[in-house]
Nanobody, 130 residues
Framework: QVQLVESGGGLVQPGGSLNLSCADS????????IGWFRQAPGKEREGVSC????????YYADSVKGRFTISRDNAKKTVYLQMNDLKPEDTAVYYC???????????????????????WGQGTQVTVSA
């Protein structure tokens, strides 16, 4: 069982950076793919970036490619999302979530379909504004 807690959100100016963390207090972190999702007011929750359980595969939404980097440290049971060159349209509540992978579904498919992720954190607010 995973129990996820996000941190690192805040208010930043356009062009600035934030590093989000997603920490797990459970015991099976290394089995799970982890995804970062975001939800802006009035919009559906969308997959931002996801990483496989062994960090061998990653996925980024087109809107964040080249600006965001996902990584994980299984020894620390933590996944990070380094966000650079932030834009006002990145403003949202950011959630991390855990999902068990299977042998068929790619990390991209997991991230896009969201339903593969069954354990969610409470979210952290990211606001990009001058």
């Amino acid at each position: 069982q995973v129990q996820l807690v996000e941190s690192g959100g805040g208010l930043v100016q356009p062009g600035g950076s934030l590093n989000l963390s997603c920490a797990d207090s459970g015991f099976t972190f290394g089995y799970y793919a982890i995804g970062w999702f975001r939800q802006a007011p009035g919009k559906e929750r969308e997959g931002v970036s996801c990483i496989s359980n062994n960090a061998g595969s990653t996925y980024y939404a087109d809107s964040v490619k080249g600006r965001f980097t996902i990584s994980r440290d299984n020894a620390k049971k933590t996944v990070y999302l380094q966000m650079n060159d932030l834009k006002p349209e990145d403003t949202a509540v950011y959630y991390c979530a855990a999902g068990l992978p299977d042998r068929i579904t790619t990390i991209q498919q997991m991230c896009v379909r969201k339903g593969y992720f069954g354990s969610w954190g409470q979210g952290t607010q990211v606001t990009v504004s001058a």
